[in-house]
């Protein structure tokens, strides 16, 4: 069983910046990912990094302000968001799941979330 604790949310002015850590319970071969949900809305995928980092994938409206990161000597993937606005307001979680590969579904492992609330 993998244990995954996400922090850095807050409370933070648009246009800001914010950086999401998750740290693993051991060390975790596969596939990492964020998600984030607003209130009254489903959870919506935002981002995934393979094992290496090398590959990242990520849902096409948030690439231009969102990265994905990982390190491995940490148990830690990070995401890093930048001008943000009211629309980023979410919980945002960790997922990350045995098989190595990119995708937006089938998650093993699921963090408590993180609230980010971005203040106009």
């Known amino acids: 069983q993998v244990r995954l604790v996400e922090s850095g949310g807050g409370l933070v002015q648009a246009g800001g910046s914010l950086r999401l850590s998750c740290t693993a319970s051991t060390r975790t071969y596969g596939t990492f990912a964020w998600f984030r949900q607003a209130p009254g809305t489903d959870r919506d995928f935002v981002a995934a990094i393979n094992w290496i980092g090398s590959q990242t994938y990520y849902e096409d409206s948030l690439e231009d302000r969102f990265t994905i990161s990982r390190d491995h000597t940490k148990n830690t993937v990070y995401l890093q968001i930048n001008s943000l606005n009211a629309e980023d307001t979410a919980v945002y979680y960790c997922?990350?799941?045995?098989?190595?590969?990119?995708?937006?579904?089938?998650?093993?492992?699921w963090g408590q979330g993180t609230q980010v609330t971005v203040s106009s």
């Open positions: 997922a990350a799941r045995r098989a190595n590969v990119l995708g937006r579904g089938d998650y093993d492992y």
